[in-house]
């Protein structure tokens, strides 16, 4: 079996490919509301993060004396983290199973399968992302509700942008995932490079604070690497709506997805060209 075949097998059209990848997605929706529970733990915390976040900007803003900091009020900063919350848990956790598929040689029999081995991963992750995404927006809209009230700036005509924005971040998210995954090739543990992507998109992604807020010369750095397009993009956006800057993140995930994607690329070609030539 050659290389290409195990990365990218041809199985009929396209749009038979994109049937196939939904009924993958829609299978595992319906299979995640069995596990209803685990986002609703989720969104429990959430609903913790929110709270607290509420005070402690309430006390920040306070103390300022002011109404905005770095271009964003107190109702719309609250509402940024409800969205970055959002992104940030209800992300494809895909790392840690693709490692273990590549430990324990199962990936030797999921290249044979019928279906693109990312694209399955992929698929079979975003059907899991809407419980966890309705029921994260759900609590954590409802803490931001009762501590600031409604996002004043929400506009319905700019949701389908927000939206795009997020499916990318998404994308984006599981293209550095998948990676660190693949990395298990190479390392026999790859739970360090997860630690160090959380911690750099917690401080540079936003997620920590709005990249707004950071020191110019950090955000002239955060503002460019993929990190901000991750947590920050979708967020900022959703509370402060600004067309060009939507173009420009945009632009920028398209950049970087296809730059990581690339490389995953290469990776997967390099270790599907091992299990062939090993038997896994």
Known sequence: MSTHSLAAPDRGTW???????????????????????????????VILFIFVFAQLWDATFKAQGATEIAGLTLNQTLWYFVWAELVQLSKIQVSATIQQEVQDGSLAYTLGRPYNYLLYHFSMGLGGVVMRAVFLLMFGGLVALIEVGPLESFRLTTLPAVLLITLMAYVLDYCIMAGIGLMAFFFEDTAAFRLIYQKFNFVLGGLLLPVDFLPDALQSVARVLPFNLVLYAPAKLFVAWDERQFWEMLGLQIVWIGVIAGGLALLFRYGARRVSINGG
Do not use: D, H, M, P
């Not at 319906?30 to 986002?39: G, I, K, T």
């Open 15 to 45: 749009r038979a490919q994109v049937r196939k990848y939904t009924a993958i997605a829609r299978a595992n929706l319906q299979n995640s509301l069995a596990y209803a529970w685990e986002a609703f733990g989720q969104a429990v915390f």
